[in-house]
């Protein structure tokens, strides 16, 4: 079970905020579209200014931690993403929870197992609601769910080529954007 690796799923809470991201000096809280497809979003988030709702904020952003979308339309319930950095300045709402590790747990390989297209299904299934628009999983759920993974050692090779060939995919991607972006300029000046 998850909970083998997982010590605790910690939520915020859901707090006023205003319409735009936090910037460096201000407290911001997490929109739940700051994780879909195995990506953190940190820019995805909305300022918190009045004071008395930012002493409600609890639970910052944290890194070695998964980000879980508990509750979220059926197709993305469950959406999760590895957290690189701490933002101290950026909080989580209830909708998301901080899967934090127990000791000898890659944290980055268990993400790339949830955010597979078999841990994907996986959390899915364990949606549950009335509303078709709105699904929700819960912590005991999500803590017990099966999954397979190897001793910490070969967690963290595993997590450290994946990564590399993330890396990879990304620099190809800047690469291809700034190709695209060079062949429009030319094409205009045709």
């Not at 460096?24 to 953190?40: D, M, P, Q, R, Y």
């Not at 820019?43 to 890194?63: F, I």
């Not at 509303?131 to 001793?151: F, Y």
Request: with cysteine; glycine share 6%; proline share 6%.
């Amino acid at each position: 079970p998850l909970s083998e690796f997982v010590r605790s799923l910690d939520a915020g809470v859901s707090v006023n905020s205003g319409d735009r991201p936090a910037v460096s000096e201000e407290s911001g809280i997490l929109k739940t579209s700051a994780v879909t497809n195995g990506v953190f979003e940190p820019l995805e988030n909305k300022v918190v200014l009045e004071e008395h709702e930012k002493q409600r904020l609890k639970e910052p952003v944290c890194a070695g931690t998964i980000i879980i979308s508990r509750m979220n339309t059926p197709l993305l319930v469950g959406a999760n993403a590895y957290v690189e950095k701490s933002l101290s300045n950026i909080f989580l709402p209830d909708r998301l929870w901080a899967a934090k590790p127990k000791p000898d747990t890659s944290m980055r390989f268990i993400a790339y197992i949830l955010g597979s297209e078999k841990g994907r299904a996986a959390l899915c299934e364990l949606a549950s609601g009335s509303s078709g628009s709105m699904k929700n999983i819960t912590k005991p759920d999500v803590l017990s769910l099966n999954i397979s993974a190897p001793l910490f050692p070969e967690q963290q090779k595993i997590a450290d080529c994946l990564s590399s060939i993330d890396e990879l995919i990304s620099a190809h991607s800047q690469k291809l954007n700034t190709l695209k972006t060079h062949k429009k300029g030319l094409m205009q000046q045709l």
